[in-house]
Every structure is written in C-alpha cells, then in structure tokens.
C-alpha cells in the first residue's frame, strides 16, 4: 500500500487510540491539516498553543489515555515548552507533534525554523526528529509506549514538512520494544518482606501517597492497605484524590501548604510507607529536619526518584498498584489486631493534633476564598473534576475541596504553571463530557491563558470558571507580607478587566458575587448553567493560605491563622 | 562526603543528539565532567561512551540512575577501581632548547612514549597510559617548560574474569 507520511501518521495515531487531538495549524502542517480533517480524529482548535498543550495534558488525566498536542514550528512549538515541561514534572503521558521546516532546510534558520528537539530534550521524556518517512510509523509507536509506560511523560516528534509529504510503500510497524528502555514493573518481593516488617514494628507510622498512586490507578490498593492496616494518610498535591479526603484514615495534605496534623505526623512518625512520590521541597521543607526519627520505605517505579532527595531504609522499585497489590496479599497473613492496639497512642495523638488546628478562617461580611471553595465543594456534592490555576487558588482548592476520587484534582503541580486551569478544564471537559469540570482560578492566573474562553463557547463546553478575584497576584503578594516587609512590589493587579463583561464579550455567561450572601446563589445560578461560565467573586484583598511553612524551615514549623 | 573520582561506561545508541541528551544531563543537574570519550563500537548502531566524573557517592548514584534512565542508553557500568584497565593518551609540545634536549630523551625513554614531530625548539611526545604515568610524566616536563598539551580522556574497559 503506497501512503503519504502525514497518511502513515494519522493512521499510526489511530491505531494508538486517538480520537482527540488538541492543536493550531501553520504553514509546516497545512498537508497534514488537509489529511487530519478528512478522518474521523476530533481536532480541538485552540487559541494558544500553550492551551493546546495544557489542554491535551488534562484530557490525558481526566481520561487515562495519552493525550495528543498538535503545532507548526518555531513558535509554535516554542508554545508548548511551558505546558511540555509542565506534563514532564507531573509524569502525563502526552505525544506532542510539531511540524518542522523540510529537511533541507534544517540548520539554515528557515522562516519559523526553531530546533525544537534540542530545546525540549531535558523537558521531555524522550523526543525524536524524524528524518526518514520510512521511520515515521515506528517512531509513532514508539513515542506512545515510551510516554505511557513506566513513569510516564511527554514525548515531542518533530516531523519536517517533506517527510510529512513523501509517499511510500507502507508497513505496518512493529510492535515497539526497545532494547535500552525496560521499567521495571515488579517489585522485588524480598524488599516487600522488609516492608512488612516494619509495618509489624512500627508504633508510629504514616502512608505517603503521591501522583504515581492515581497515574498507576492504584487507588483502590492503598485504601485497602490503609484500611486493612489502620496507618493515617497523607497525599502530595499531586496525590489528592489517591485516597478518600472525607475518610477518618485522612491526615490532609502535607507539606508547605499542608495540614497541621499532616506534617505534625510526619515530624513525629517513626516510619513512612512513601508511595509514588518524589520528595519534592514543598513536601519536604528543610531537607534535613524531615521526619527526623522516621524509616522510610519508598516505592516508586523510577529508581531515580529514590534517594535522590532524602535518605531511604527500604526502597522498592516497582509500579505502585502491582507493589501494593503484592504487599496487600503479604499484609493479609499477618495478625493486624494486637499490632494496631499498640499504635492507639498514635491514632489519639493525631486526633489531637487534628482537633487542636484544624483548617480554619475567619469569616466576615467580605467574602473569603475558603468558603466559596466550600461552598462550591457542598454544591457540587465533591463530584465535581476540578482544575486550578496556580497560586493561593491552587491552595484554597487542595484545603477545602475534599477529593474523594483520582483524576478529579488537575493541577500543573511541580511545575507550578499559571495560565494551565483554564485550557486544562477544556482538555478535562473534551475527556469528560458528562462530567461538571470546574476551574478554580486567580485573577492573575486566568489572565494567562484567557484566550482559551473563545475554544471553550465554540465546542459548547460548559466548563464553570470561579476566580477568586482579589485584585493581586495572591500568593506573592502573600509572600511580600511574611517575609519583605508588606512591600508589594509589582503584584498590584488592579487594572483587571470586568470578568462578567469578558465572559460575555466571548460568548459565555459571567456572574458576580461581591458578598458573602450571594456566593451561595451565584455558583448555583453558575454550576447549573449549560453554558460555559465565568464566575467572579470579590474575595478579601488580603486573605492568606494557612497554614505555611516557610520556605526553608522544617515542615512542623507553620505558620498558622 | 567525599568526592571521589568515578569512571562510568556506557554503551548507548549511535543516533544524532545521544552525546547532547548526556551532557545536557550532566549541565541541567549540575553534576560534572572531567573528561568524556566517544566513539563507534564494533557494532555501528552502538557507541561507547567513557566519562569521568568527580561526585560523593549519593551523586554517583544519581549520576547513574539518570544515566541509566535516558532511553538510548543500553548499558551502563561504573568501572571505577582496579576491576577495569584504564588509558589516556595525550600529546605533549615540550619546549626543547639544546642543553635539555638530551634529558627529555631520556625521559621519554623512561615512559616509553614516542617522539613523534621535532623542531628546532621543540618537541612533541606522544604517551599512552593510565593516570599516575600521565601525571608523573607531566610533573617532569613542566619545569622544561610544556608549550601545549591535548589529551584523550579516559577509556576504560572491564578486566576479563581471570
């Protein structure tokens, strides 16, 4: 069969599962446009590239497959550099596919040329240019495996225009195996038996879940471990949603916006059991002074996350649910009853710390970010996939937003990229149509990638934006009180537009609360529309993310309302 | 901890971009490379890659996990210590006025290096070895007065089971 290589692409794309593809067109790709159009793939056409990125990075969590970008060159493949090394930091599988200037060309700095396989190469996983049609096929395939197998992430093929264009014999590829790229899947049983007995030993311990709980869907395993074995959990930012936010088991959040029993525990536990995390700062705070007395077992399917950060007694490379499942069969032969007696001591003293500061704020008669959190946490029944900008936002939505479920909590975590709620919901939205999909946003944050409400009113997504509009950039400015002097140097944004006539402007339906009584209202009239929604409420200026630990300090040391 | 020097091996694929995915790792993390050497194996899908790097062994260890971790590398072996041979060859432009010419003779023969250009003033010694005869033969030159110097880095390769 003679094929064009954008033909062999497309149907390569097929083969892997595509139906969605995020992109924007331009002059490198109009062949493979001409081509994309006349099958039956779903082109999302975005305003930004960043959003085409973001968005793809979304719909890859909200619906577990990889999620598919689509760009030109030079700019706009310089476009999705941001979102790239966004999805790299939080592992997302996304095939990012720019177009390229034909090869003859390369190196000559052609019109929109850019080497764009060079500048993503340490933000991506993997990245390829393809220089032969005949390689497309297999670098297609390729590139799928390599992004969603083992710790996941974004893999970029840069395609030249006169690959793209030459026709040849096609064959289909073969299955992708490489012979320098194994993960390892299985957990060495013998490190797994260690586990166990620290588990049988420990008087103190805690579980630690991250990200890599809900990418390798092992939800289900590490509440029946916790449950079985009675051990308190806390998640990374990454890890809400891995475990039940409304469960007695649940410690909150840990690290510098955590809860206080959340690092209270880990400062004083004597062994956590760390499962797809990667130790991050904001986690940890002051390397050193983490979890002092504390064993660590951590088990994560990248080696290199283990002891890179923080010293580990058991490490267990493997994939999160099979090293869960595995432990689970091993916990189940082992007399739990006396061991979980022992550790009541433990269980009061966390009810104490839990009783003694809880998340708190006070209310008034201006209108305060955690209770619009709250509020639109009861309205939605905690149904709700809910997608942050970056910021105090970000924060008010991991505190009062309790996750019950994985993949309901899409936030550019490691990264820490505004401009990625929006686009993100749009992705979520695309992979969840049946879902409510909400975008909990800064005023700073949404002004970012704000283009993207023209994507979400021409697909009719009724994606529901609620900015919490305090008129600056929130958590520097928050930053600028502590530690600078309340000196707020550039993080005044108070020559915003009117976000209800924005709303409008684009085509969608803007409300706005400006007091407490109405907040209520406002995200019922807002939640239950059709259309897709801005929701501006005027929040206090000035309101803080509680606890905090500075940046630099141990983690038991907050700073508290 | 003390930084110690390692010597890592890799075998990886011979594909265009493979050497920078390697030095940007080193770059973008901040580790180190004393010395790096290239070049095809018999295979001419694979390279060989020898760097030297000087790190305390926890960064050892991610040097190598990352290393490891990078999908066009096939093999990776730390062979650091007397498990492997070691060389390195370097030219070395000496400066040979008449009343040394003499004494550098005798000491390229002492090393068993080769001259291998000779000028008027000059000398260049050619010297393959592993690092102590490099810098005991270069800590004789210096005084002679060393014009230019280029070396290989090192290759290294594991000793055969006895």
């Known amino acids: ?561 | 901890m003390n930084e110690e020097k390692h010597v890592i091996s890799m075998l990886v694929d011979n594909k265009p971009g493979v050497l920078s995915r390697i030095v940007g790792l080193f770059s973008g993390r901040g580790f180190n490379i004393e010395s790096l050497c290239v070049a095809e194996t018999m295979d001419p899908h694979t390279s060989s890659i020898t760097i030297v790097t000087m790190a305390n062994l926890p960064i050892v260890e991610q040097i190598e996990k990352q290393l490891n971790k990078l999908v066009n590398v096939i093999k990776l072996r730390d062979l650091t210590g007397p498990k492997s041979v070691k060389r390195e060859m370097a030219l070395i432009c000496v400066k040979a006025k008449t009343e040394n010419r003499a004494e550098i003779l005798s000491i390229v023969d002492i090393f068993r290096c080769k001259v291998v250009d000779v000028g008027p003033e000059h000398y260049i010694i050619e010297v393959t070895g592993d690092e102590g005869k490099l810098s005991a033969l270069l800590n004789l030159l210096k005084p002679l007065g060393i014009k230019k110097i280029a070396r290989t880095g090192v290759i290294a390769q594991l000793r055969e089971p006895k």
Not at chain 1, 12 to 32: C, M, N, R, W
Not at chain 1, 379 to 392: R, Y
Not at chain 1, 509 to 514: E, Q, S
Request: hydrophobic content about 40%; aromatic content about 8%; glycine content about 8%.
């Open chain 1, 1 to 561: 069969m003679k094929l064009k290589g954008t033909e062999i692409l497309l149907k390569t794309l097929k083969s892997e599962g595509v139906d969605t593809i995020f992109g924007y067109p331009g002059g490198v790709v109009l062949d493979l446009y001409d081509d994309l159009i006349r099958t039956d793939i779903r082109h999302i056409l975005v305003r930004h590239e960043q959003g085409a990125i973001h968005a793809a990075d979304a719909y890859a969590r909200a619906s577990g497959k990889v999620g598919v970008c689509l760009v030109t060159s030079g700019p706009g493949a310089t476009n999705t550099v941001t979102g790239i090394a966004s999805a790299y930091m939080d592992s997302i599988p996304v095939v990012v596919i720019t177009g390229q200037v034909p090869t003859p060309l390369i190196g000559n700095d052609a019109f929109q040329e850019v080497d764009i396989v060079g500048i993503t190469r340490p933000c991506t996983k993997h990245n390829y240019l393809v220089k032969y049609t005949e390689d497309l096929a297999e670098t297609v395939k390729e590139a799928f495996y390599i992004a969603k197998s083992g710790r996941p992430g974004p893999v970029l093929i840069d395609l030249p225009k006169d690959v793209g264009n030459k026709t040849i014999t096609y064959n289909a590829p073969r299955e992708a195996k490489l012979k320098s790229y194994n993960p390892t899947y299985k957990p060495n049983m013998k490190q797994l038996h260690k586990v166990v007995e620290l588990i049988k030993t420990a008087k103190k311990p805690i579980l630690f879940a991250g990200g890599g709980v809900i990418l390798s869907g092992a939800s289900a395993e590490l509440k029946k471990l916790a449950k079985k074995t009675k051990i308190p959990v806390t998640t990374s930012l990454m890890g809400l949603g891995a475990f039940p936010g409304t469960d007695p088991l649940w410690l909150g959040m840990i690290g510098m916006h955590g809860t206080y029993r959340a690092n209270m525990s880990t400062g004083d536990c004597d062994l956590i059991l760390a499962v797809g995390v990667r130790f991050d700062d904001r986690v940890t705070g002051k390397i050193n002074t983490f979890a002092p007395q504390s064993k660590i077992v951590h088990i994560d399917i990248d080696p290199t996350s283990i002891r890179k950060n923080i010293p580990v007694t058991v490490p267990v490379v493997g994939d999160c649910k099979i090293s869960l499942k595995h432990l689970n069969r091993l916990i189940e032969e082992v007399n739990l009853r006396d061991i979980i007696k022992k550790r009541k001591k433990w269980a009061d003293q966390i009810d104490l710390w839990k009783n003694t500061k809880p998340l708190a704020y006070d209310q008034k008669d201006i209108i305060k970010p955690q209770y619009v959190v709250e509020k639109l946490y009861d309205l939605t029944e905690g149904k709700a996939i809910v997608t942050t900008e970056v910021g105090q936002n970000q924060m008010w939505a991991a505190q009062y937003y309790h996750f019950d479920r994985p993949g309901h909590f899409i936030t550019s975590g490691g990264l820490g990229c505004m401009g990625f709620g929006l686009p993100a919901a749009i992705g979520a939205q695309i992979a969840c149509p049946d879902k409510l999909v909400v975008d909990i946003a800064g005023d700073g944050s949404i002004q970012m990638n704000i283009q993207e409400m023209a994507t979400a009113v021409q697909y009719c997504l009724p994606i529901k934006i609620v900015i919490l509009n305090n008129g600056y950039l929130g958590m520097v400015r928050q930053w600028q009180e502590l530690f600078y002097k309340k000196q707020y140097a550039c993080t005044n944004l108070d020559h915003s537009p009117d976000f209800v006539k924005l709303a409008e402007a684009y085509g969608a339906v803007g409300l706005r609360a400006t007091k407490p009584d109405e907040v209520e209202s406002v995200l019922s009239k807002g939640l239950f529309s059709t259309d897709t929604v801005i929701m501006d409420f005027r929040i206090e200026r000035e309101e803080s993310v509680y606890p905090m630990v500075p940046a630099g300090t141990a983690i038991t040391e907050m700073l508290l309302v």
